[in-house]
């Protein structure tokens, strides 16, 4: 079974602060993908990562793809309130068809 | 450009009452379907996903079943509620092949 980890659960800060959270992995996926979800609201896509190593930049947010192709990571620069939201990770499963998709890292940015 | 519509956006039943939530998507041809269901801020639960009409694949519930009548419409239901099946239920779609779904709005179910 693929299961991805994300870490922290829950994260809290000040408005202008930088962060990253995690998306970790035992199994090696073909591809990664971001979303942030706003309470009350279907998940959006911000982000697919295909490439091992592979670095994609969103204005003030960059997605890393780890080498092995395990893990990723999602940096914010200057976070802001309109950042706020669950942000989570998804791969494609190998079970043709389906995804796997993390927990979540509930982000709360403070004016 | 695809679009993903889901009804109603809230729903209140009472435990044992029938359900019903509708997903249609446009502007895509056979796409691969899906019903998530969420609890409060934490990630997603897959009940069933379809890769074609009439072609249903479950994977959780013991009291929902779904249904593809058209290629673009996904049907989730249930013949009687349970105060457990309360939650945020999200439709998504996927081009065949490709990495990425594409989420609805939500439906937010509170069985009282």
């Given at each position: 079974?693929?299961l ?6 829950f994260l809290s ?7 990253t959270?995690?998306c970790?992995?035992s199994?090696?996926f073909?591809?990664?993908?971001w ?6 609201e279907?998940p959006?896509?911000?982000v697919?990562v295909?490439t091992g190593?592979e670095?994609?930049k ?7 793809f780890?080498d092995?192709r395990k893990?990723?990571?999602l940096?914010i620069?200057a976070?802001?309130p309109g ?9 494609p499963n190998?079970?043709?068809?389906k ?5 979540g890292?509930?982000?709360?940015v403070k004016? | 450009?695809?679009?993903i519509h889901?009804w109603p956006?809230t729903l209140v039943?009472?435990v044992?009452?029938?359900l ?9 041809s056979n ?7 969420q609890?409060?801020g934490?990630?997603?639960?897959l009940?069933?996903?379809s890769?074609?009409i ?15 009548p058209q ?5 989730l239901?249930?013949?009687k ?7 945020f239920y999200l439709?998504a779609?996927r081009?065949?092949g490709?990495y990425?779904?594409y989420f ?5 179910l509170t069985?009282?």
């Amino acid at each position: 079974t693929q299961l991805l980890e994300q870490s922290p659960q829950f994260l809290s800060i000040q408005e202008g602060e930088n962060l990253t959270v995690y998306c970790n992995s035992s199994s090696v996926f073909s591809s990664l993908q971001w979303y942030r979800q706003e309470p009350g609201e279907g998940p959006v896509l911000l982000v697919t990562v295909v490439t091992g190593g592979e670095v994609k930049k969103l204005k003030r947010l960059t997605f890393q793809f780890g080498d092995a192709r395990k893990d990723s990571s999602l940096h914010i620069t200057a976070a802001q309130p309109g950042d706020t939201g669950l942000y989570l990770c998804a791969g494609p499963n190998t079970n043709a068809g389906k995804s796997t998709f993390g927990d979540g890292t509930t982000l709360t940015v403070k004016p | 450009s695809q679009t993903i519509h889901q009804w109603p956006a809230t729903l209140v039943q009472p435990v044992g009452s029938p359900l019903s939530l509708e997903c249609t998507v446009e502007g895509t041809s056979n796409p691969n379907l899906y019903w998530y269901r969420q609890a409060a801020g934490r990630g997603l639960q897959l009940l069933f996903y379809s890769v074609g009409i009439g072609q249903i694949s479950s994977e959780v519930p013991q009291n929902l079943s779904a249904s593809r009548p058209q290629d673009r419409q996904f049907i989730l239901s249930s013949k009687k509620l349970l105060l457990s099946d309360s939650g945020f239920y999200l439709c998504a779609w996927r081009i065949q092949g490709a990495y990425e779904q594409y989420f609805g709005p939500g439906t937010r179910l509170t069985v009282t």
